[in-house]
């Protein structure tokens, strides 16, 4: 059960991570403008924060919210191939709008599609689940650049969009297939948007999970941007790629980890706030050394206790969103944690002029204290392993 999840994930991921890569070069390929590229990768994201909510309301709503899920990744996929027919061919605007068109569809790959593992899995799986989604996540954040550039330089950047559109396509037919029970959805008669809200800011973990992991964004976001100022200093371009591909390397080692051997349901809220502290820590002292290899090593240790920090921060969403807003509730924290790093390398951009050092120090300083405060908010709180949290799907 949770391989052909991971599966349908990994291919539905790898779309969407491959294509802000794959968009770049098809504009800079076709209309030999970066600005282009940028706008519509800025397209790709910014509707998550807007079709987050709309998205999870949606899914919560239905008796089959797999098949919402799906829908919305397939109509990702051919959006894709709509933004690979008309750029360069069709006014930008035009162009534009149907990347903003296919970014409201992001959010049914990310937290509407991690919201279905409750429905999937036992009460008593779910740490483990966590884990493999998390591992999810971390290979298409691999595997999806890697795949579109691969793609752009033996065949052109065309091909390597309708590659991934491709991969959207597969992922959606899987996730259509996965064995999610019908279900009733509860009544929300408040809303399941207030619902929501009311979760990820009066529920003691759910809300210090949350903003906790929002504030460690600010200090994640920056590493681009700061792994690039690195690159710089050493003059070996090639040296930001190393980095980010470290720290990724990290995560996936830190998610395997989580899968093999989950923390006990008693420590999954210290386990998700130490890892965020865990990830500062190396980026904070990274500054104090001069060997570019140490400094990868260091990242790629961050990267390993973000991998595990997220896996048990979606076993608390699993059991502490409310059933009747489950979906929804993933899909705003993902588009607040996507809002917060973009502040983070908005941040790091106007920090540029400081010493590397003082960027290190404060990217890794961020997430600590974030660790910090979530802790000490939701010391004594433990996650409920009961499958009466898990609701409304008949078990």
Do not use: N
């Not at 899995?121 to 971390?138: C, F, I, K, N, W």
């Not at 792994?227 to 980010?244: E, H, I, N, Q």
């Not at 190396?282 to 390993?304: E, K, M, Q, R, Y």
């Amino acid at each position: 059960m949770i391989t052909r999840y991971v599966a349908a994930a990994v291919l539905a991921r790898i779309a969407d991570e491959g294509a802000r890569v794959a968009l770049i070069l098809l504009a800079l390929q076709r209309t030999g403008s970066p600005a282009l590229g940028g706008a519509l990768v800025a397209a790709l994201l910014v509707p998550h924060v807007v079709a987050a909510p709309l998205t999870g309301a949606r899914a919560d709503r239905s008796a089959r919210p797999h098949l919402v899920v799906a829908a919305l990744t397939l109509l990702f996929g051919a959006g894709l191939v709509a933004v690979d027919a008309a750029t360069g061919r069709l006014p930008f605007p035009v162009v534009l709008l149907i990347a903003l068109v296919v970014g409201c569809c992001g959010p049914a790959v990310t937290g509407a599609l991690s919201s279905l593992l409750s429905a999937l899995v036992p009460a008593e799986r779910l740490p483990r689940a966590s884990g493999a989604d998390a591992l999810s996540y971390t290979i298409a954040g691999m595997a999806g650049p890697a795949l579109a550039g691969v793609v752009a330089q033996v065949a052109s950047p065309s091909t390597a969009v309708l590659v991934l559109a491709g991969a959207a396509a597969a992922g959606a037919v899987m996730i259509a297939l996965l064995p999610v029970p019908k279900r009733q959805p509860e009544p929300a008669p408040d809303g399941t948007l207030r619902i929501s809200i009311r979760a990820i800011t009066r529920d003691r973990l759910l809300a210090a999970t949350t903003w906790s992991v929002a504030l460690a964004q600010l200090g994640i976001g920056a590493l681009p941007l700061i792994a690039a100022a690195l690159a710089v200093r050493y003059g070996f371009p090639a040296l930001t790629g190393y980095l980010l591909t470290a720290s990724a390397a990290g995560a996936l080692v830190g998610s395997l980890l989580w899968t093999v051997r989950p923390a006990a349901d008693r420590h999954v809220p210290l386990a998700a706030m130490a890892g965020l502290a865990g990830a500062g820590l190396p980026l904070a002292v990274a500054g104090t050394f001069s060997d570019p290899a140490v400094i990868g090593v260091l990242f790629g240790v961050s990267g390993a206790f973000t991998g595990a920090s997220a896996a048990a921060v979606f076993v608390i969403r699993h059991r502490e969103a409310p059933a009747a807003a489950r979906s929804q509730v993933f899909t705003l924290v993902a588009g607040i944690k996507m809002s917060a790093a973009a502040g983070g390398a908005a941040l790091a951009g106007l920090a540029a002029g400081a010493p590397i050092e003082v960027q290190l120090a404060c990217a890794g300083a961020v997430p600590i204290i974030a660790g910090m405060l979530g802790f000490f908010r939701s010391r004594g709180a433990v996650t409920s392993a009961s499958t009466s949290s898990l609701g409304g799907y008949g078990r």
